[in-house]
């Protein structure tokens, strides 16, 4: 009977905070699909290249030669044939030529029995004589041409039969010519079966023995490739090159990218998770005040102090487990799918492959339910610290006394009633004040950093490969933003619950000296206005060196390329959060119910 009784406490407990109960639980959910969505996007922007790398057995090792007759029989034989190389495809590559006043590429390699780095069609189909070739698909620079087009090339006119794409050029932004450097307009594949002039090899490709699950990415697989390219090297008898992927522009630009996306899931997080563990420090900090009497009657009828605990931990562990659970669901399936988009404006992508990367997510939700139930458990253990009748009268309401501001009678003499009261009332409760601040304050950062990513992606001062990697991170950054902004709103939302419930003693007081429902509403939303701007004074600046962080560690951008009107704009967008919060919360303070709010707590 006594345990039923608990447990009705219990779910009591957690039915008359329901909205502390949502709030904790949606501010945890927004953290952890934040956390979790970003955590795996690098993941799958590697294993989703890789995929094509697989596909198409992409060269671990390019081989080139100096030498103007290409590669000797001996130095092919020497190289083809060493234990560590599973594959080897022979071809000519020319670079430096113009073709249809285009500067041109020409590959001469057996397309149709490519075993290495093959060549896949988009449209069209492969040549069938030597009158025939492909062109690669179209890109920033390499030209749009139709199947059927005519162009003279080595002394005829050839006809493209069909549209290629290479797995080594990959990047949007165009591929170098190695002669003149400049970004190559055409590139053109002739099937070397069809070809019978005596052509130089000029290349090599090479794929190594290696394990298929060994990502591309990895540094396990770079590795390998190093120590078969220092082996290749010990024995070369002439003036050769290797090339791995990780001179391959493409592939290069992939894994810089795919850094800057980690920065990002790494930095962000943190503070989401500070912001989220400081709003339940808040919630819950007032929810044990508030349930002093409740932990004293406890200790009097000879519940033990971890049964006692129980119940505030478990309100707590009930929320984090389930806002974790929510969270990992949606940041696992459906956040990459809004953000993967983003990875074609670069790259020529796959599908996004559907293997995740949950580590990120797990560390989170591990985490936040630490942080979250530590929290409730240090401030329970403190509460119950006190002798059973104190606990069971009410909380003396802190005295009021000179704040600052009665110190500057030009300003203070200058004040309404209702503006001198809204003032001692926020500086009354120096801790609660410092919660609003700071928590509203760090919601603001956020969404400064957020809106400083997105200037700095969509600067006109980024060198071209700079700007498609701008172009690509602008929509996660736009994502950043507009989870800062839920997360402000939840901040702000939940501070302004509380204080409603604190004080509906306070207000119903009000309606019954005659206050009009706006100037009630007014006497709630005139402290929060005020805490929330301090808030916002501190958040600025905080974004402007998290923004500075971020830039840093991701060598990319400078914080000087923020619009000065986007911290503006931050702050704007705060104060917009707050007057929503307002209207909504108009309509539960005109529900308070004056005469059960005024009943004795004694």
């Not at 149709?112 to 040549?127: A, H, W």
């Not at 929320?319 to 953000?339: E, N, R, T």
């Not at 020529?348 to 560390?363: K, L, Q, R, T, Y």
Request: glycine share 6%; with cysteine; charged share 20%.
């Amino acid at each position: 009977m006594v345990m039923r009784t608990y447990f009705k406490t219990v779910f009591r407990t957690v039915k008359n905070n329901m909205g502390r109960f949502v709030a904790i639980t949606l501010i945890i959910a927004l953290g952890i699909t934040f956390i979790t969505g970003l955590g795996t996007l690098s993941h799958k922007f590697e294993e989703s290249l890789g995929s094509i790398y697989k596909r198409t057995d992409v060269a671990d090792i390019i081989v080139k030669t100096e030498s103007a007759t290409g590669f000797s029989e001996d130095t092919k034989k020497a190289i083809t044939e060493n234990e560590n190389i599973s594959k080897s495809v022979f071809l000519t590559m020319m670079d430096g030529m113009e073709i249809n006043e285009k500067n041109a590429r020409i590959y001469i390699a057996p397309l149709s029995e490519m075993e290495i780095s093959k060549i896949e069609l988009s449209d069209g189909r492969m040549p069938e004589n030597g009158d025939e070739i492909l062109v690669e698909r179209a890109s920033e620079f390499v030209d749009e041409v139709a199947i059927g087009e005519t162009m003279e090339i080595m002394g005829g006119e050839k006809t493209v039969v069909g549209i290629a794409g290479n797995p080594l050029i990959l990047y949007n932004g165009g591929e170098p010519d190695q002669v003149n450097e400049e970004n190559l307009e055409l590139i053109v594949y002739f099937d070397s079966q069809y070809i019978n002039l005596p052509l130089p090899t000029t290349d090599i490709y090479l794929t190594i023995d290696k394990s298929d699950k060994l990502s591309y990415f990895s540094d396990e697989y770079i590795d390998e490739v190093d120590k078969t390219v220092s082996i290749l090297e010990e024995n070369a008898e002439e003036d050769l090159h290797f090339l791995t992927l990780e001179e391959n522009k493409s592939y290069a630009l992939a894994k810089s990218y795919a850094e800057k996306i980690d920065v990002i899931t790494l930095i962000f997080p943190i503070f989401f998770v500070a912001v989220a563990a400081l709003v339940v420090l808040t919630t819950m900090t007032r929810l044990i005040e508030e349930e002093r009497s409740a932990i004293g009657c406890y200790q009097t009828l000879g519940y033990g102090d971890a049964r006692i605990a129980f119940k505030y931990i478990g309100f707590s562990l009930f929320c984090s487990i389930l806002g974790s659970a929510i969270g990992f669901a949606i940041g696992v399936v459906y956040l990459p799918y809004s953000i993967y988009p983003a990875f074609r404006i670069m790259f020529f992508m796959s599908e996004m492959v559907s293997s995740i990367n949950p580590v990120m997510g797990i560390i989170a939700i591990i985490s936040m339910i630490a942080v979250v139930n530590i929290v409730t458990a240090v401030l329970i253990k403190k509460e119950m610290e006190g002798q059973p009748a104190n606990l069971l009268r009410p909380k003396s309401p802190k005295a009021g006394r000179v704040i600052f501001l009665e110190k500057i009678p030009f300003i203070w003499k200058h004040l309404s009633f209702r503006y001198k009261s809204t003032f001692r009332n926020i500086f009354r409760y120096v801790k609660h004040l410092l919660m609003t601040i700071v928590s509203v304050a760090g919601s603001t950062a956020i969404i400064v950093a957020g809106l400083g990513l997105y200037d700095i992606s969509n600067s006109d001062t980024l060198e071209t490969d700079m700007s498609y990697i701008g172009n690509s991170l602008s929509l996660i950054s736009f994502v950043v933003i507009i989870f800062a902004i839920v997360l402000c709103l939840l901040v702000i939302f939940n501070l302004t619950n509380m204080n409603i419930g604190e004080r509906k003693r306070e207000l119903a007081t009000l309606k019954v000296l005659g206050y009009y429902d706006w100037e009630v509403s007014g006497y709630i939303f005139r402290e929060i206005f005020i805490s929330s701007f301090f808030g916002i004074i501190f958040g600025i600046p905080a974004g402007y060196g998290i923004t500075a962080f971020i830039f840093g560690y991701m060598d990319f951008g400078s914080v000087k390329d923020v619009n000065w009107y986007s911290y503006l704009a931050a702050a704007l967008i705060v104060i917009a959060l707050i007057l929503i919060v307002d209207i909504i919360m108009h309509f539960k303070i005109k529900k308070i119910d004056m005469t059960s709010s005024l009943k004795t707590v004694e």
